[in-house]
Nanobody, 127 residues
Framework: QVQLVESGGGLVQAGGSLKLSCAAS????????MGWFRQAPGKAREFVAA????????YYADSVKGRFTISRDNAKNMVYLQMNSLKPEDTAVYYC????????????????????WGQGTQVTVSS
């Protein structure tokens, strides 16, 4: 499995932008579909975005489609989440996640198929 460390969270006004980064350890990074999830206070953790092993396919939750972009750089073992037009309802702890194994595709990425989680980074959007 991979170890994941997120960075880039912070406080931003509504309508602003943030870019989250996730650094992964391990030589087999390109083996895993990767994704971002988030958890707001008092709510369940939810899917935000996923990207396939080589970045050819991406998937988004309806709530962020058109505003967020997931990308990866396998040479650097990095995954990114560019967040634009942020809304107060985007406030949450954001978690980077890797699929359980190489059989988990980006389309299958869900809490039940995650093998590794990062520690999370707080994103707060003020109105």
């Amino acid at each position: 499995q991979v170890q994941l460390v997120e960075s880039g969270g912070g406080l931003v006004q509504a309508g602003g932008s943030l870019k989250l980064s996730c650094a992964a350890s391990g030589r087999t990074f390109s083996t895993y579909a990767m994704g971002w999830f988030r958890q707001a206070p008092g709510k369940a953790r939810e899917f935000v975005a996923a990207i396939s092993r080589w970045g050819s396919s991406t998937y988004y939750a309806d709530s962020v489609k058109g505003r967020f972009t997931i990308s990866r750089d396998n040479a650097k073992n990095m995954v990114y989440l560019q967040m634009n037009s942020l809304k107060p309802e985007d406030t949450a702890v954001y978690y980077c996640a890797a699929g359980r194994d190489s059989t988990v595709t980006s389309k299958m990425l869900a809490i039940a198929t995650i093998g590794s989680w990062g520690q999370g980074t707080q994103v707060t959007v003020s109105s």
